[in-house]
T-cell receptor, first 110, second 113 residues
Framework: DAKTTQPTSMDCAEGRAANLPCNHS???????VYWYRQIHSQGPQYIIH???NNETNEMASLIITEDRKSSTLILPHATLRDTAVYYC???????????FGKGTRLSVIA | DAGITQSPRYKITETGRQVTLMCHQT?????MFWYRQDLGHGLRLIYY???????DKGEVPDGYVVSRSKTENFPLTLESATRSQTSVYFC????????????FGPGTRLTVL
């Protein structure tokens, strides 16, 4: 059963911030939130992960609510190359396999 | 080149034939994974391996065999291919411990006629 709920699709204008929401209301205390994306015909690519604090790297920011029941992935300045399916995955850290849901198809529009 | 590679990238075979998909990584990652991706099902785990000679079943292992005699290789064999195994197959690897980001290969598109 899916542990996360994401919108099926979203659009974003090029150059604007893309905010991708994810609900994970049943998350356990030792589970992290991971984000991967899959550009058409390619293998998935890791973006970022976090436990309870907000995280930022060169690709994106991850904002996790205080109750940890939801999170938002932020791509600060979306480009056409960010068009992809984005997967929010909840799992225990430590090399456990990834369980993919349907993800959110983000279309960045010029 | 360093990284994770899969071969072949495309394969067409017939029902009942044996097919082996290769996966090779140059990072000496302990963990390796095989996923399949079908329309309407997303990515599903077939098998994974924590180290050489250690393998475990995933969500959809039936009809597949894996081996891990060397850390860098993780071949996936379809012993008697069926049409339902037509799919895109992705291999991934990760370093043991913290920072367990999985790195995915480019995929093998398999068609079983």
């Amino acid at each position: 059963d899916a542990k996360t709920t994401q919108p099926t699709s979203m659009d974003c204008a090029e150059g604007r911030a893309a905010n991708l929401p994810c609900n994970h209301s049943t998350i356990s205390g030792n589970e992290y939130v991971y984000w991967y994306r899959q550009i058409h015909s390619q293998g998935p690519q890791y973006i970022i992960h976090g436990l309870k604090n907000n995280e930022t790297n060169e690709m994106a920011s991850l904002i996790i609510t205080e109750d940890r029941k939801s999170s938002t992935l932020i791509l600060p300045h979306a480009t056409l190359r960010d068009t992809a399916v984005y997967y929010c995955i909840v799992r225990v850290a430590g090399n456990t396999p990834l369980v993919f849901g349907k993800g959110t198809r983000l279309s960045v529009i010029a | 080149d360093a990284g994770i590679t899969q071969s072949p990238r495309y394969k067409i075979t017939e029902t009942g034939r044996q097919v082996t998909l290769m996966c090779h990584q140059t990072w000496s990652h302990s963990y390796m994974f095989w996923y399949r991706q079908d329309l309407g099902h997303g990515l599903r785990l077939i098998y994974y391996s924590a180290a050489a000679d250690i393998t475990d079943k995933g969500e959809v292992p039936d009809g597949y065999v894996v081996s891990r005699s060397k850390t860098e290789n993780f071949p996936l064999t379809l012993e008697s291919a069926t049409r339902s195994q037509t799919s895109v197959y992705f291999c991934a690897s990760s370093l043991a411990g913290a920072g367990d980001e999985q790195f995915f290969g480019p995929g093998t598109r398999l068609t079983v006629l």
